[in-house]
């Protein structure tokens, strides 16, 4: 049995630790392995999460019911064990994030190409495939580096984001090759661009906010972490946003900022009435550092009509109630996602509904799995995705080994 692997990335690594067919071939068209597994984590590398299965599921924003058999085969403390196998201590950090012990991203892929060793795998570096032919039940594959003939393929060749690590679109033009839907692929946990200008506030970080974005008739919000950058916003909750609402209509729609969602609108009232009691003689652009961070303080006002030059003791009823509102519902329009070569993952990629959730095997050609990120699989940050790379590619490479 022969088997070859396209793409050494997490899935394809994973596919060929546990291939255990006669031949395992795995090509890679850049220098290394795991290009983009280096720089996950800001080079720590996150990962997975060590949390239960039944908390891991809903951050699995889609495919988690594709996804439940080969993470059920490959939680993530079966992760971690295989790395403690192969010499990677692992540490659990703030919420259940897994890193190597060491911070080195670098031991993750140490450890993998141990397992790729001991499994006799051919590793071919700086080997890009060029074409495929499926003939008789054999895939011709024509490389940089040569012509190869497989029993089985598996396409582990991740989406479109980071595309200098090599995410450049090749499984999904494999996967059209043979016949496969491929869903449109959007950006996943990616910035935010506005058309608000929001350059004054670039790297304004704030804590303990909340975000909110209503499309198609939902609305979509999140609490914690954000920042603003030269043109938007980012940070952990529009991270998490952006993958909720990446296939709904959002441009010209608004984000809507909480600077005190602790804080009910009543409470917030009392709380400004006091502060202008106490600061009469004030103008406002000096009474609410108080309360806001200075650089929003004049998108506060410009939305709620007032002047930074009015006193305290000027303010109205009617006015403070506006102030009020501008503070819990500060209005920015959104132009649209990053760029998905910016994103951390791609959302979108081969339909699930022809693959079998088992297997990673194609239901359309016998013989052609897929495994990783090329599937409409993502989930939020803290491990989640490059779990599900590991446990898809695993599935992929056992199933793909075995003898029929």
């Given amino acids: 049995m022969r088997v070859g692997i396209i793409g050494g990335g997490a899935a394809g690594m994973s596919a060929a630790a546990f291939c255990a067919a006669d031949s395992v071939t795995l090509l890679e068209k850049n220098e290394k392995l795991g290009k983009?597994?280096?720089?996950?984590?800001?080079?720590?590398?996150n990962v997975t999460n060590n949390c239960a299965l039944y908390e891991f599921f809903p951050s699995v924003i889609r495919g988690s019911k594709f996804m439940m058999s080969s993470l059920t085969a490959f939680p993530p403390p079966s992760l971690m064990e295989f790395l403690a196998e192969h010499g990677v201590r692992t540490k659990t950090e703030r919420g259940n994030r897994v890193f190597p012990a060491s911070d080195k991203a670098s031991d993750v892929i140490k450890a993998f190409a141990s397992a790729l060793e001991r499994n006799k795998v051919d590793v071919r570096?700086?080997?890009?495939?060029?074409?495929?032919?499926?003939?008789?039940?054999?895939?011709?594959?024509?490389?940089?580096?040569?012509?190869f003939e497989f029993d089985r393929l598996i396409v582990a060749t991740g989406g479109l984001s980071y595309r200098s690590t090599g995410s450049t679109g090749d499984g999904y033009r494999i996967a059209r090759q043979f016949g496969h839907t491929i869903v449109p692929t959007v950006p996943a946990l990616s910035a935010m661009e506005l058309t608000t200008n929001v350059s004054p506030l670039e790297g304004l970080s704030l804590r303990n906010v909340r975000a909110s974005v209503k499309t198609d008739g939902k609305t979509y919000s999140e609490f914690g972490e954000m920042l603003f950058t030269d043109s938007g916003v980012s940070g952990p909750i529009i991270l998490t946003l952006s993958?909720?609402?990446?296939?709904c209509r959002i441009a010209g729609e608004t984000l809507l900022v909480d600077f005190k969602p602790a804080l009910s609108p009543e409470t917030l009232d009392t709380r400004l009435a006091g502060d202008f009691a106490e600061f009469s003689n004030k103008d406002l652009a000096n009474i609410l550092p108080g309360l806001l961070p200075k650089a929003v303080i004049p998108y506060?006002?410009?939305q709620c009509g007032l002047s930074g030059s009015l006193k305290g003791h000027s303010v109205t009823r009617e006015q403070r109630f506006a102030l009020g509102f501008s503070v819990k519902n500060l209005a920015f329009t959104i132009k649209g996602?990053?760029?998905?070569?910016?994103?951390?993952?791609?959302?979108?990629?081969?339909?699930?509904k022809e693959i079998n959730p088992k297997t990673m095997e194609s239901k359309l050609v016998k013989g052609l799995y897929f495994a990783g990120e090329v599937l409409d699989v993502d989930a939020l940050?803290?491990?989640?995705?490059?779990?599900?790379?590991?446990?898809?590619?695993?599935?992929?490479?056992?199933a793909a080994g075995e003898r029929q």
């Fill in 36 to 45: 983009k597994v280096y720089i996950t984590g800001k080079g720590r590398c």
């Fill in 300 to 302: 506060v006002l410009a």
């Fill in 125 to 147: 570096l700086n080997t890009e495939v060029e074409s495929i032919e499926n003939r008789g039940g054999v895939f011709y594959v024509a490389t940089s580096g040569g012509k």
């Fill in 243 to 247: 993958s909720r609402i990446n296939r």
């Fill in 337 to 352: 996602l990053a760029d998905i070569n910016g994103a951390i993952v791609t959302s979108g990629g081969v339909e699930l």
């Fill in 381 to 398: 940050t803290g491990g989640y995705n490059l779990q599900c790379a590991f446990a898809s590619g695993r599935a992929a490479g056992i």
